[in-house]
């Protein structure tokens, strides 16, 4: 698969980026002239127009390797929308894009933001618990992984990061308080897939909430998702054409429009 590349900050674009969204409306005339219309969701389309100022030789390089590639609007690549978050049901953990192994999921009390609710982790048996998201996103995409954890008592939760053999799981406290815990970071090299969840210890429970995945170095302010993450497998070029422009020595602007389906 193509990815998207990131800037040497770890960043995926230059803020600000103008995002767009697309729906198409089926209307349909029946014999006595009346009118019935529903959405298409098939042809929900997400566009976006990044325009980049002062990029690095290197950073236009990695651009322009795709964008040939692809061969402007013709190929497909994975592009991480920079305003989303990047997993799917990031509160309903009950769902099969989570993988549990050795934990059990319980109702919890409430939720960190208003509204909201937590969900209790707990590992019964005599080894540690983890719950995952598989995400398509290669080990050398710079990404930050944050949820809100507390617990009755004070105890340890493990923030996981896991690309093929590599593996990074960082312990953070919790407490009767709910905060926000993160890891950011990339490694090397690995699959086209990574891993990111949490793992508690044998016996341990702990409450849970808002699990979000970005692709930048610092966690942005929490965005809830159900089926559909802010991740997109078939994103396309909106042009055939690139046109940068030198604005310093060795300095490139250049403005990039592209184009996805929602939900896929």
Same mark, same amino acid.
């Given at each position: ?20 969204? %697309? ?23 997400? @566009? ?12 236009? *390089? ?63 048996? *005599? ?43 960082? %312990? ?15 490694? *090397? ?45 078939? *994103? ?22 592209? %184009?996805?389906? @929602?939900?896929?």
């Amino acid at each position: 698969m193509k990815f998207y590349p990131q800037l040497v900050t770890g960043a995926t674009v230059q803020f600000p980026v103008v995002s767009t969204s %697309v729906a198409r409306t089926v209307e349909n005339e029946m014999g006595d002239g009346r009118r019935v219309q529903w959405s298409d969701d098939s042809e929900r389309l997400a @566009r976006w127009v990044c325009t980049y100022q002062e990029l690095l030789p290197s950073e236009w *390089a990695a651009l322009r390797q795709l964008f040939d590639e692809c061969e402007g609007r013709l190929g497909e690549f994975v592009f991480p929308d920079p305003a989303s978050n990047l997993l799917a049901w990031s509160e309903d953990f009950s769902r099969p894009d989570w993988l549990k192994a050795g934990v059990t999921l319980q109702g919890g009390g409430v939720g960190p933001l208003q509204g909201t609710s937590g969900t209790r982790l707990v590992a019964p048996n *005599a080894v540690a618990g983890e719950l995952i998201q598989t995400v398509q996103l290669p080990g050398w995409y710079y990404t930050v992984f944050s949820v809100w954890v507390r617990s009755a008592t004070a105890g340890t939760i493990d923030l996981v990061r896991r690309c093929g053999s590599v593996s990074r799981a960082l %312990v953070m406290a919790t407490s009767s308080n709910w905060k926000r815990v993160v890891v950011s970071g990339t490694t *090397a090299s690995g699959p086209e897939t990574t891993q990111f969840g949490v793992a508690i210890p044998a016996g341990g429970a702990v409450e849970i909430f808002g699990a979000q995945l970005e692709a930048q170095p610092a966690e942005s302010g929490y965005k809830r998702t159900s089926a559909t993450s802010g991740l997109y497998l078939t *994103a396309r070029f909106d042009t055939d054409e690139l046109r940068p422009m030198m604005t310093a020595l060795d300095r490139v602007r250049v403005v990039v429009p592209m %184009v996805a389906r @929602r939900g896929v």
